[in-house]
């Protein structure tokens, strides 16, 4: 079990950008791959971004291509979500995951609000 710790939630204008982060004292942490999911009231938990344990590979869903970016850093074991163009219908609580041999971690979540 990795513990996650979030942060860079909050409620902001559309158009407007957050940066999420994700910290672990994971020791093997570079070898995780990290992703990050959300959840909508009534919806199912969905994957955003991901990112492989070297950082040279991203993948994103459709509906956030061009407007989020995923990274890491190794040595800060940490990892990030750069949110820009917000829109009201990425308003969710954003989950920090770790996946390592087919057995996944998750953070505690953090609410994002996209409202004017």
């Known amino acids: 079990q990795v513990q996650l710790v979030e942060s860079g939630g909050g409620l902001v204008q559309p158009g407007g950008s957050l940066r999420l982060s994700c910290a672990t004292s994971e020791f093997s942490f570079s070898r995780y791959v990290m992703s990050w999911y959300r959840q909508a009231p009534g919806k199912e938990r969905e994957l955003v971004a991901e990112i492989t344990s070297a950082g040279g590979t991203s993948n994103y869903a459709d509906s956030v291509k061009g407007r989020f970016t995923i990274s890491r850093d190794n040595a800060k074991k940490t990892v990030y979500l750069q949110m820009n163009n917000l829109k009201p219908e990425d308003t969710a609580v954003y989950y920090c995951?770790?996946?390592?041999?087919?057995?996944?971690?998750w953070g505690q979540g953090t609410q994002v609000t996209v409202s004017s």
């Open positions: 995951n770790a996946k390592r041999w087919g057995i996944a971690s």
